[in-house]
């Protein structure tokens, strides 16, 4: 008989947070760099001369605001793998 | 959990050597043996390396410091990082830097280089003078620069882990062919952390030793009426 004892109860809740949390934390950092992009190319466009110091600062840019993603997936990451929370229950 | 935490190859008096440093000990002796080579036989490759560095240190250091005094450190992280970035596709090979006690080491010699150069620079008076120009900002200064190590470490350690997972994931479920798209964005996010890195430490240290355009102003015209005080 199947039993929701608490290690399979944090297991599951464990999953579906880190699915929801890896969904929604990567989100909101594509459309902002997208909006990035898409400024960098316009302005790219209409000041071609000026391209290589626009490429440099939009890498720059691009780096920060990836990290809150990567700040997503290192939580996911160490819930999914290195879960902290079922060594509480394992006797 | 093995595939995210390093594992134990051996243990010398009781300090455990994980694969991660075994890596970094290969990745040292390529290097070293590199620059041998490349110093005595080939040096045209090393300066097109090195210019390449240049230039791209140069495009974010401020004109008047110059980037020759900055170059050794920053140089060898880029050179470093490529390498390490990249050492994960050789096939049974872990990437130094997909253990996050490599790049938090690695960025507490960012943090640590960019005070002893803006104390170099000013002087410790002066670098504490300019550390926070309005003097409640220094709360809010020292926060930014630890927060600052910490995503330096942690960004390049997530890049390049989910990377390397994502490869070994596809490469478990279908050995043939479709990994190897997956390992030209292993090899691209590699080559992209390593440059934005190297950029990032740049810019840091630039921040610490550049003198800010109105304390310049300010210097300028102590020392004018300081001369004419003289003439008078």
Redesign the interface.
């Known amino acids: 008989m199947w039993q929701l004892d608490a290690p399979t109860l944090i297991t599951v809740l464990t999953i579906i947070v880190s699915v929801a949390g890896i969904v929604l934390g990567s989100i909101a950092p594509s459309i902002v760099e997208g909006i990035a992009t898409k400024t960098a190319l316009e302005a790219m466009a209409r000041q071609p001369e000026a391209a290589g110091d626009i490429r440099t600062t939009l890498l720059i840019a691009m780096a920060l605001l990836e990290s809150g993603s990567i700040y997503v997936l290192l939580i996911v990451l160490i819930l999914v793998f290195a879960n902290p929370l079922l060594e509480l229950f394992v006797f | 959990?093995d595939?995210?935490?390093p594992q134990v190859v051996f243990e010398i008096y009781g300090i455990k050597i994980t694969n991660t440093v075994v890596s970094t000990w290969v990745i040292m002796v390529i290097l070293i043996l590199l620059a041998w080579v490349i110093r005595r036989f080939k040096p045209g490759i090393g300066e097109v390396i090195i210019e390449s560095i240049n230039g791209i240190i140069g495009?974010?250091m401020p004109e008047e410091t110059g980037t020759i005094k900055y170059l050794p450190i920053l140089g060898t992280l880029a050179v470093f990082l490529i390498f390490s970035n990249l050492f994960g596709l050789v096939p049974g090979m872990v990437s130094p830097t997909a253990n996050i006690n490599t790049t938090f080491a690695l960025a507490l010699i960012v943090f640590f280089a960019v005070h002893v150069y803006g104390i170099a620079e000013k002087g410790l008076w002066g670098y504490i003078k300019d550390f926070a120009n309005p003097i409640f900002m220094f709360p809010l200064e020292i926060i930014s620069h630890i927060s600052r190590t910490l995503?330096l470490s942690?960004?390049l350690?997530?890049?390049i882990?989910?990377t390397d997972?994502i490869v070994a994931i596809i490469f478990s479920l279908v050995p043939l062919f479709l990994p190897l798209p997956m390992a030209t964005l292993s090899i691209i996010t590699g080559l992209?952390?390593a440059?934005?890195f190297t950029?990032?430490a740049s810019?840091y240290i630039a921040s610490a030793v550049e003198v800010q355009e109105f304390e310049q102003e300010r210097r300028r015209l102590k020392q004018l009426k300081k001369k004419s005080k003289h003439s008078s």
């Open positions: 959990m595939s995210i935490t495009s974010v995503s942690i960004r350690f997530g890049n882990l989910s997972l992209l952390q440059y934005i950029i990032l810019l």
